[in-house]
């Protein structure tokens, strides 16, 4: 499929950003994600040309405003909707859930 | 900034502001730990083996990897001849296969051939070798840029690589994914393999950097 994705050959994206000592993972959502991708694999719901035609379904608006770590929430996300392992709709219900306990925290 | 704002650098600061006070978790903090307690009550996870699997690619799996394939290379001809012809094979040798590393190609840096590695279509990257890639190797600019202008871009990583030198640009897909075997450091003749392990970078392996000369490792 052609899309943003494909990037080989465009211009106008600026210098290379590069990171002394970058680490292997940023933020701790980003290690969940990652292992998660391994959750549902072994748990059969996709497989690698899967995940990776879920990404390039991205819009590509979406695609180039978000890192590579949400790029994979997103499929997951999608992926383990498809396959039955949850619903959209548990997730919204326990986003929502998780926002209201968080603005109930001490500081 | 000139250039479209690449989200993987943009997002990498977030986590600094999260935990002020009264800030509300990013939406994609709520959604990941959403997603990760619903999967465990259900049982379709379990978070320790998910914490083992974010260890092993923090602490085991990495470019250390890979410079012991190239040390080995360099110091054993036999050996050498293996990866060219069978990257896959002559790596798992060492005892470095698995996801994202099942079909290895070894690309070799001559006095007339400097090789390169990009994935343009999006991140992909020997893992059992290299270890996960870098923001940059992941980011819009190295991929769209690499195919067109390598030389610019070798450039910015600090390597000029003489205009009667050809540069190899190898593109990686799921499929097959390269790896540069750099070329051995001059006066490292009388050094052990595990010396010359200390002069592969992870950059060199990329086609980005070269190895460190002599006398520069610890």
């Not at chain 2, 001849?81 to 094979?89: E, F, N, P, T, V």
């Not at chain 2, 590393?101 to 070798?129: F, I, K, Q, R």
């Not at chain 2, 270890?131 to 190295?142: E, F, I, M, Q, T």
Request: aromatic share 8%; hydrophobic share 40%.
């Amino acid at each position: 499929m052609n899309g943003v994705h494909d990037m080989g050959g465009l211009q106008g994206f600026g210098p290379i950003d590069r990171e002394a000592q970058e680490p292997v993972f940023h933020t701790d959502w980003e290690k969940r994600v990652f292992a998660l991708f391994f959750g549902g694999f072994a748990g059969g719901f996709y497989n690698i040309d899967m995940f990776r035609a879920e990404i390039e379904r991205m819009p590509g608006h979406e695609y180039l405003r978000s890192s590579y770590y949400e790029h994979w929430l997103h499929a997951i996300e999608a992926l383990l909707i498809q396959g039955g392992a949850v619903t959209h709709a548990e997730l919204q219900a326990r986003i929502a859930e998780l926002q209201a306990a968080g603005r109930k925290e001490p500081h | 900034m000139t250039s479209l704002p690449t989200a993987d650098t943009a997002m990498s600061h977030d986590h600094d502001h999260a935990h002020g006070h009264d800030a509300p978790l990013p939406e994609v903090v709520l959604r990941v730990k959403a997603l990760e307690e619903l999967l465990t009550e259900k049982g379709l996870v379990d978070s320790a083996a998910l914490d083992a699997i974010v260890d092993t690619y923090e602490k085991k799996i990495g470019p250390r990897n890979g410079a012991q394939v190239v040390a080995r290379a360099w110091t054993d001809p036999a050996y050498k001849a293996r990866l060219l012809a069978d990257g896959s094979k002559a790596i798992a040798e060492l005892g470095y296969s698995g996801v994202q590393g099942e079909d290895m190609v070894v690309v070799e840096n001559t006095a007339s051939v400097h090789n390169m590695v990009v994935c343009t279509l999006c991140s992909c990257y020997p893992w059992p070798t290299l270890g996960l890639p870098p923001v940059w190797y992941k980011s819009a600019p190295y991929r769209s840029r690499a195919v067109i202008d390598p030389r610019g871009v070798l450039k910015e990583f600090g390597v000029d690589v003489p205009a009667d030198k050809e540069v190899r640009v190898w593109d990686s897909n799921a499929e097959l994914r390269y790896f540069v075997l750099p070329e051995r450091p001059a006066g490292s003749e009388g050094l052990s393999e595990a010396e010359l392990i200390e002069l592969v970078t992870r950059d060199s392996m990329i086609g980005t950097g070269l190895p460190k000369p002599v006398g520069a490792a610890a």
